[in-house]
């Protein structure tokens, strides 16, 4: 019997943080880059009238890399092109067996074709077609800071982006993809949260000791949600969580989302309340005002 091989990407998990934020995007890159990097791209196609004239250009060339920034993701192709790639709010990737669909009505952004698979991105407007060499001055890859996923972005990188923005309350900062990018809005509560520092503090404010530490945070707990496909709590927690009959889904994160519930390190009520104009969460005793 003929198998046909049918990946897709784990749709029910990026649509709970509604939007993907870096170790998703990452995690999608990877996933995307498994199935086609060294594969001809045939049929490329673009939901974008105007992109139309790249798809001929773009078909039969070999997709030579697919690389994550922030969260946006560009793919690269034969002869020094490359398609630009963010999935705002609604986007959704998908990796298919060759000609399949996804399921529901769905808008294509950007989608081709290999031998095996079909790669779709959906539901989103922001997608370019690139010479390679003019992506430096890309009015959105140019503004971005370190990737808190790259492997060369350092404790000591983060540290003077951090410090470039002294005066700026880290509950913005953190969300401001020209600072660090790859952090959006789970990934600054949890940041905020294991440094125990309120969203108002500046880095200003922080003695050098403190700054080092929460440097180093803003790049652990990415990549430990990115290595542990999307939890930021420690394996300990969630050993011992599961063993007193918790849930494992319920353990994923320390306060995101967990207003209501007791602090994990002291027991007081989780709150919630905006900060930039986004829902935060924060343990009023760890991380006073
Ligand atoms: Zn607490």
């Not at 790249?54 to 793919?75: D, M, Q």
């Not at 410090?163 to 809005?185: D, M, R, Y």
């Not at 294991?194 to 108002?200: C, E, I």
Request: aromatic share 8%; with cysteine.
């Amino acid at each position: 019997m003929f198998m046909r091989e049918q990946t897709r990407v784990d749709v029910r998990e990026i649509k709970e943080e509604s939007v993907p934020e870096g170790p998703e995007i990452h995690r999608i890159a990877d996933w995307v880059r498994e199935k086609v990097a060294g594969e001809v791209a045939e049929d490329v196609r673009f939901g974008r009238e105007e992109l139309g004239e790249h798809a001929e250009t773009l078909t039969g060339r070999r997709v030579e890399s697919v690389e994550p920034r922030g969260k946006s993701i560009t793919f690269h192709l034969e002869g020094g092109w490359a398609v630009f790639t963010h999935t705002m709010l609604y986007g959704r990737w998908y990796v298919l067996g060759r000609g399949e669909k996804p399921k529901g009505k769905k808008k294509v952004a950007f989608a081709f074709d290999t031998p095996e698979h079909t790669v779709m991105l959906t539901s989103t407007n922001r997608v370019g077609v690139h010479r390679a060499h003019e992506l430096e001055t890309h009015n959105f890859l140019s503004k971005l800071g370190p990737d808190v996923l790259h492997d060369a972005t350092t404790q000591a990188t983060a540290r003077r982006a951090l410090e470039k923005h002294a005066n700026v309350p880290l509950g913005e900062s953190l969300l401001k993809q020209s600072v660090l990018s790859g952090i959006g809005n789970y990934l600054r509560a949890e940041i905020l949260y294991m440094a125990r520092l309120h969203p108002g503090t500046t880095p200003a404010q922080l003695s050098p000791g403190a700054l080092d530490e929460l440097s180093e945070l803003v790049l652990s707990v990415p990549r430990r949600a990115y290595e542990a496909k999307g939890f930021t709590t420690s394996d300990e927690y969630i050993a011992s969580g599961e063993a007193s009959g918790v849930e494992r889904r319920e353990l994923k994160r320390w306060i995101y989302k967990r207003d209501g519930a007791p602090c994990p390190e002291c027991a007081t009520t989780i709150v919630r309340e905006d900060h930039a104009k986004r829902a935060f969460y924060r343990c009023p005793s760890c991380q006073p005002a």
